[in-house]
């Protein structure tokens, strides 16, 4: 068996879930101007890291999935959304599903550490 050496754009430490938290939620800032939309989240608890060390590491391995996909998927939306406001495409009805998504999951995520 081999061994593969890392990446060096994986190599770099993984933000904290407080830092993953933070980013994307300025994302959702990001899509919710770009669309003209309403935000709809309250403003985030200042305890998620120490909630994130006390949950189960089932918890945890769930809420790293889901901080991942929520990542992945927001800036491709995020892409589109600025590709098509460059080629003259209303932006709003692609911001506000995104942001409603993006809220969903950021809501997972924090329920996830309750």
Do not use: C, N, W
Not at 23 to 49: C, K, M, N, W, Y
Not at 79 to 107: D, T
Request: proline residues 6%.
């Amino acid at each position: 068996m081999s061994k593969l050496s890392p990446s060096p754009a994986i190599a770099g430490a993984a933000p904290t879930p407080a830092e993953a938290l933070a980013q994307l939620r300025a994302i959702l800032a990001l899509v919710t101007e770009l669309g003209g939309v309403e935000p709809g989240l309250s403003p985030h608890a200042d305890d998620i890291g120490r909630r994130y060390d006390r949950a189960s590491p089932v918890a945890q391995a769930r809420f790293d999935s889901l901080a991942g996909e929520t990542a992945a998927y927001a800036a491709a939306g995020l892409a589109a959304l600025i590709a098509g406001r460059g080629h003259g495409a209303a932006a709003s009805g692609g911001a506000a599903h995104l942001a409603r998504e993006m809220e969903r999951s950021i809501r997972r995520m924090e329920a996830l550490l309750a």
